[in-house]
Nanobody
Framework: QLQLVESGGGLVQPGGSLRLSCAAS????????IGWFRQAPGKEREGVSC????????NYADSVKGRFTISRDNAKNTVYLQMNNLKAEDTAVYYC???????????????????WGQGTQVTVSS
């Protein structure tokens, strides 16, 4: 049974950092691209970043470029999202999701991803 479990969220002050983890099980993790999404209250779920199966390709939303870094360790079946210089507008529930392809889709949007974790809350506030 395919399962994705996010962890690492929490409360952080503006300018601070967090590292989110997405642990996968139940499928051949190393074959598939993985994305990170977030959803703030009252807003649609938006794509944040994606990493290809081999980690040879990554992409980021403009709002997080230069601040967030996606990476993966296929030996540990885990994808990470390092978030630096956090801002209040980064506050959201963060989700990881798997595609059925080894490459990241042209657009990191909900309909291009098939399996989802339960999410982890990130709150940026002083």
């Amino acid at each position: 049974q395919l399962q994705l479990v996010e962890s690492g969220g929490g409360l952080v002050q503006p300018g601070g950092s967090l590292r989110l983890s997405c642990a996968a099980s139940g499928f051949t993790f190393g074959y598939y691209a993985i994305g990170w999404f977030r959803q703030a209250p009252g807003k649609e779920r938006e794509g944040v970043s994606c990493i290809s199966s081999s980690a040879g390709s990554t992409n980021y939303a403009d709002s997080v470029k230069g601040r967030f870094t996606i990476s993966r360790d296929n030996a540990k079946n885990t994808v990470y999202l390092q978030m630096n210089n956090l801002k209040a507008e980064d506050t959201a529930v963060y989700y990881c999701a798997a595609t059925t392809h080894s490459w990241c889709p042209a657009r990191t949007v909900v309909q291009n991803f098939d399996s989802w974790g339960q999410g982890t809350q990130v709150t940026v506030s002083s």
